[in-house]
């Protein structure tokens, strides 16, 4: 039986238990041990008349019987003696057949005495047909004497069986009554071959023999009997033996154990049987008195031993009772106490613990000693466990405090780096936007333009510090932006931009406060897809208007994800988890997690039919607005720009375009443009007015290419050209009114171009092509490790 993992509760019952129970068996042992003799003690009384007096009136009757049977053996004629005796002996045997079968005795009596019970009454069975037989004349002298013997001797049997009391005394007083009482019958066995021997006029053979010997054990057995005696009654028994009857018997006896060689009784048959009636009747007398005496005395010993069995009995259940009480209570505060140590263990680690952490990461102050008060449970081991655990638990709030506050320092350190990065990329795009302004030079335009894309990736990898610190970013807009802007904003900032194609997206707005976050979510699960589909394949990005906001799919054709992968994604998306510095391979998935809670976008992954993954963003509907007027003015722009189908379908046919794959070997020429990366980015869609040169489109080129915002074109350099002047950077100083100037001029451009999106303008000036630019391969770049890394590889 283990009890390792027994409850404390049943360890301590089961301490308690044992030891009572033990104690308990115990007492009841000792008990029954004293109860027992008390018992038979008081059972004497009852053994005494329901199975001594009649028993010992059977035998008396037996013996008479015997003696006239043996004297009708040796006669000649019918005693009528003889059927009188019958008749008392029946008499007397049915009133101990009566007696004995009585639930008194039954209840008194032992095995033992059970057994020789029944033996007595058995053989007190065979009385008819051994009459039968002497009245057949049958069986002999000899016969018959035996026949009433052997009855007379299963009764004593039964006498010997009752004395089994546990005084030591009394019981050796009852044996040696018993013993008088066979001596008793020895004697009346003589008087039986006597009396036959005096009615034949001689003895049978081995008669004298049997007289002689039945003579010397009677003689014997007394002398045994009367020394165990108690004092007073060896001396009323010694006196009893000194009357004149007791002298004759003896020397009647004396004179018939002398060796008579003429086969005759040398006494006489009239005073013979005188004494011997008379001795049968005292000796008779003096066993039923001394009986009686021994059962009252047996009486006050039983009362004795009762009242000490009573006061033991009643102190030991006391002190069963008293060893309860104590163990029951010093178990259940036993009990109390450590339940007390378990409890407040409990309420550290599930309750006060997770509260402290929780405070701690909302930022409010802890009390260490309030929050781990000491635990008083005495002085004992108990409360040096409670002691103990009131030091673990200030050590496990401290270290609670400690890592809560190493990891604010942390977010700090982290929020620290991604400022200062933010800050150095920003510099770093309007340095661009400046070089790009000047550069003249479509080789080098090219290569400023891949620069200037990697920076906007680097922008988006500094936020992420940013959301790992628990900030939001610092970009913002005041004004809705268009969905499609939005999308391709998201789409700049990814390194694989020219293999997403944007296919149907209804015409939607969202508001100011979330367009940089979901920006954001959108370029971590484009590039997602991206990254984890072959390059050879096209990864679209559709958009539709639902009951409950504005739903973004985007949907690859890579390897796929298995289901226990896409369950566990997708339970991270929708718990978004706190950052854990040990899944730093899920960094793109805390992050798209942490910017969906934060404006209650629902991000899920699901099985594409293409063989790949569809990630799906549900913009919640109250971030979600009509879309907003593509230029900045509408009025001057005209109704066209105002109408967001003609743009939904320029969308819609820009996705279809069948962009090229490979780059030319000759290197560029004059009359190629450089792919530019989707504008819609922050730095030109989203946030226009980016101060770059806008080339105006001719007439003839197709509004698929033109995406609602201005697009970067190659222009031949005139041959007059002067070369560039190898002066520094170094702005000089602008009055205000000029500054005031060359700002409108850029909004100017910028308008233009989106107005040229949408309805397809003059050519402008001499420097706009003659012909729509052909498009080459984007240059190439060292792919960058995805941010989202949530595929199976």
Same mark, same amino acid.
Do not use: C
């Given at each position: ?12 019952? +089961? ?23 008390? %018992?038979?003690?008081? *059972? ?68 033992? @005495? ?34 009433? /013997?052997?009855? !007379? ?23 040696? @009554? ?11 066995? *003589? ?6 021997? %005096? ?24 002398? =045994? ?7 007073? *009654? ?42 011997? &009636? ?6 008779? &007398? ?51 106490? %450590?339940?007390? !140590? ?45 002691? +103990? ?81 628990? /900030? ?48 954001? %979510? ?10 984890? /589909? ?33 369950? *566990? ?53 109250? @971030? ?107 702005? =000089? ?43 080459? &391969? ?16």
């Amino acid at each position: 039986m283990k009890t390792r993992d027994w409850p404390i509760r049943s360890k301590l019952t +089961a301490l308690v238990v044992a030891p009572v129970t033990a104690l308990l068996a115990l007492w009841i042992f000792a008990t029954t041990l004293t109860f027992g003799p008390a %018992l038979n003690l008081l *059972s004497a009384r009852t053994l005494l008349y329901d199975l001594g007096r009649p028993g010992e009136t059977v035998v008396t009757e037996l013996q008479r019987e015997r003696r006239l049977s043996a004297v009708q053996l040796a006669g000649s004629s019918e005693l009528p003696a003889l059927a009188e005796q019958r008749g008392r002996t029946d008499r007397a045997v049915a009133e101990l057949r009566r007696r004995v079968d009585g639930e008194p005795l039954r209840d008194a009596a032992d095995d033992l @005495l059970e057994t020789r019970v029944d033996q007595l009454v058995n053989a007190l069975a065979a009385l008819p047909d051994g009459r039968r037989f002497i009245d057949e004349r049958k069986v002999d002298r000899a016969g018959a004497i035996g026949l009433y /013997s052997g009855m !007379v001797t299963a009764a004593f049997q039964a006498f010997a069986g009752m004395a089994t009391l546990t005084d030591p005394d009394i019981n050796r007083q009852a044996l040696a @009554l018993t013993a008088l009482g066979r001596s008793r019958e020895l004697l009346g066995q *003589s008087d039986a071959l006597l009396a036959g021997a %005096l009615t034949a006029g001689r003895f049978a053979e081995g008669e004298h023999t049997q007289l002689v010997q039945a003579i010397g054990n009677q003689r014997w057995l007394t002398e =045994s009997a009367v020394a165990d005696l108690p004092e007073s *009654s060896r001396v009323a028994y010694q006196r009893l033996t000194e009357g004149e009857a007791f002298t004759r018997l003896r020397s009647m006896q004396d004179a018939l154990v002398v060796p008579n060689r003429s086969g005759r009784p040398t006494v006489d048959a009239a005073a013979w049987q005188a004494s011997q &009636d008379a001795v049968q009747q005292q000796l008779r &007398d003096f066993e039923l008195s001394e009986a009686d005496a021994l059962t009252d005395r047996s009486v006050p010993m039983a009362v004795r031993i009762l009242v000490r069995l009573a006061a033991a009995g009643v102190l030991g259940l006391v002190a069963v009772v008293v060893s309860v009480l104590v163990a029951l209570r010093v178990g259940r505060t036993l009990v109390r106490r %450590l339940s007390g !140590v378990r409890t407040a263990a409990l309420e550290l680690a599930e309750h006060r613990l997770p509260d402290v952490v929780a405070r701690l990461r909302r930022g409010e102050q802890v009390d260490v000693a309030r929050e781990a008060p000491p635990l008083e449970y005495g002085h004992d081991e108990i409360g040096e466990v409670g002691r +103990a655990f009131t030091e673990v638990q200030r050590t496990a709030v401290q270290a609670a405090v400690d890592e809560v506050t190493l990891r604010r320092g942390l977010n700090e350190v982290f929020l620290n780096i991604a400022r200062r990065s933010q800050s150095l990329v920003h510099r770093q795009l309007h340095l661009l936007d400046r070089m790009e302004r000047r550069s003249e030079d479509p080789d080098e335009l090219a290569e400023l333009f891949q620069v200037d894309h990697l920076a906007t990736r680097l922008r988006r990898h500094a936020e992420d510090l940013v959301i790992l610190a628990g /900030s939001a970013p610092g970009r913002g807009w005041r004004n809705p932006v268009a969905m499609v802007d939005l999308i391709r904003g998201a789409i700049s900032e990814v390194e694989a931009y020219e293999r997403v194609d944007v296919k149907a997206v209804q015409p939607a707005g969202v508001l100011g406060r979330s367009v940089g976050d979901i920006i954001h %979510l959108l370029a971590e699960l484009v590039e997602n897809a991206t990254a984890f /589909s072959p390059p050879d394949t096209r990864v679209t990005v559709t958009g539709a208007q639902v009951a409950n906001g504005y739903v973004l799919e985007i949907t690859d054709q890579g390897l796929g994800m298995s289901d226990a992968a896409l369950e *566990s994604a997708n339970t991270r998306l929708a718990s978004s988890p706190e950052f854990d510095p040990a899944q730093s391979a899920r960094l793109g998935l805390f992050v798209v997690a942490r910017l969906a809670a934060r404006h209650g976008v629902r991000v899920g992954l699901r099985p594409s039919g293409e063989g790949g993954v569809t990630a799906v963003a549900l913009i919640p509907g109250d @971030l979600v607005t009509t879309e907003p007027p593509a230029g900045p003015d509408p009025a001057t722009l005209g109704a066209a720009s105002a109408d967001p189908s003609r743009r939904l379908a320029r969308t819609q046919r820009r996705g279809t375009v069948t962009r090229p794959r490979t780059r030319p070997p000759t290197a560029p020429s004059a009359s190629t443009a450089p792919p530019a990366p989707p504008t819609g980015a922050p730095t030109s869609a989203v946030a226009p007015a980016n101060g770059r040169d806008e080339g105006s489109a001719t007439p003839d080129e197709p509004d698929d290419e033109l995406d609602g915002l201005p697009r970067r074109v190659r222009r031949r350099t005139p041959a007059a050209a002067q070369p560039r002047s190898t002066v520094t950077d170094t702005p =000089s100083p602008r009055s205000p009114e000029e500054v005031r100037q060359v700002m409108a001029a850029l909004q100017a451009g910028t308008a233009r171009g989106r107005a040229t999106a949408i309805t397809p303008a003059a050519p402008t000036g001499p420097a706009a092509p003659t012909s729509p630019p052909a498009p080459t &391969d984007p240059p190439t770049t060292t792919p960058e490790p995805p941010t989202v890394t949530e595929r199976d590889a």
